[in-house]
């Protein structure tokens, strides 16, 4: 918890200041303890207006887990992870939209790629594909997905533009996101199930298959960090479809999930849609000039030679190739 107060040296500002430096790591002690509760008190309480625009994102990502194990108690699991994936469209029309950003005519094109294969899974669900328990409502199952993307992208361009917009660090506003989303989260636990909580207690019906979902939810968080740290989004291209894959091949194992030729074909578009959209920005403009360069070379040398006692002229800068290849998404939190 030391590496909290990394980001939010300007959050104190009086005598309970704390800076980042004195919340290194590995520097633990009942001082730096005490140092860290002063923080949190001046970056959560004090500074409350702050802390209160964080409230939104928290209702939100509460409410898109809610409705994903709406969607996921109503639609089969390979279906729901490739209709999920439209997270992707909604996050980049909230970008578009609150963050000015562009896209480049390849992630238009792959956008509506997704949207198609997603459009083909559904195709595919509605017809029958397969059997599936009775107590299934794959419509209901639908709404819920589609509203969980709408959600999940608005939350996340929204949490976004906070970071972007203020100092704080990434752990302070997860910490912030946290105590909102656990006071919402007991609130709506209390008004759905509170009389069978209060007969039965809090941890009823916590079954060994239960808490391995708690834990992996708890690790794939911790996991989100890392990727937002260390991965780029080629790799996080890679992970996605082979998430796509191992759930199908899981539902396929273990509830006899069929796997017909349209759920292949609108499940491949969707893996393709992911992983082109997840290229660099300039890579079709790099290919292009590569291939130009390939066959500039094989047509004979250059006729233009520089005159002797001549200085060579000076090379021209790599800084605009370089940012011609930058993702369009770089390393960010958007990956939720």
Known sequence: MAAVGSGGSNAAAGPG?????????????????????LFLH????????DTLKLAVPSLIYTLQNNLQYVAISNLP??????????????????????????LSRLQWASLLLLFTGVAIVQAQQAGGGGPRPLDQNPGAGLAAVVASCLSSGFAGVYFEKILKGSSGSVWLRNLQLGLFGTALGLVGLWWAEGTAVA???????YTPAVWGVVLNQAFGGLLVAVVVKYADNILKGFATSLSIVLSTVASIRLFGFHVDPLFALGAGLVIGAVYLYSLPRGTAKAIASTSASASASTSGPCTHQQPPGQPPPPKLSSHRADLSTEPFLPKSVLVK
Not at 17 to 37: C, Q
């Open 17 to 37: 200041a704390v800076s980042a430096g004195s919340l290194e790591p590995g520097t633990a002690s009942a001082g730096n303890v005490k140092h860290l509760a």
């Open 42 to 49: 001046e970056a959560v309480l004090v500074q409350y207006v």
């Open 77 to 102: 699991a390979a279906t729901f992870q490739v209709t999920y994936q439209l997270k992707i469209l909604t996050t980049a029309l909230f970008s578009v939209l609150m963050l000015n950003r562009s």
């Open 199 to 205: 007969r039965r207690g809090f941890f009823f019906g």
